[in-house]
């Protein structure tokens, strides 16, 4: 079974950068597609952005130009790279499949963007 755990987030002032790392505890390799996903207060979480096995990615149209998602499978992590980052993205951000599925949600991590 597959665990998911993030870790990367923290305070930031509008304009800033943060990469996020999901780690996974079994290997993600035959797993088709990753994705990070946000929840910000009082809002319903939402995909940001995704990758496939093979590399392919897609974005939100609020993150695109701005996010860079990635993945290492031989080390078993996704990557998002965040930069020019906005107050509207202030969010707990969790990874997990695309599609997602409930039991590997994890406790996320903490993004704040400060204007």
């Known amino acids: 079974q597959v665990q998911l755990k993030e870790s990367g987030g923290g305070l930031v002032q509008a304009g800033g950068s943060l990469r996020l790392s999901c780690a996974a505890s079994g290997s993600i390799f035959s797993i088709n597609s990753m994705g990070w996903y946000r929840q910000a207060p009082g809002k319903q979480r939402e995909l940001v952005a995704g990758i496939t096995r093979r590399g392919e990615t897609n974005y939100r149209d609020s993150v695109k130009g701005r996010f860079t998602i990635s993945r290492d499978n031989a080390k078993n992590t996704v990557y998002l790279q965040m930069a020019s980052l906005k107050p509207e993205d202030t969010a707990v951000y969790y990874c997990?499949?695309?599609?997602?599925?409930?039991?590997?949600w994890g406790q996320g991590t903490q993004v704040t963007v400060s204007s």
């Open positions: 997990n499949l695309i599609p997602y599925q409930g039991r590997y």
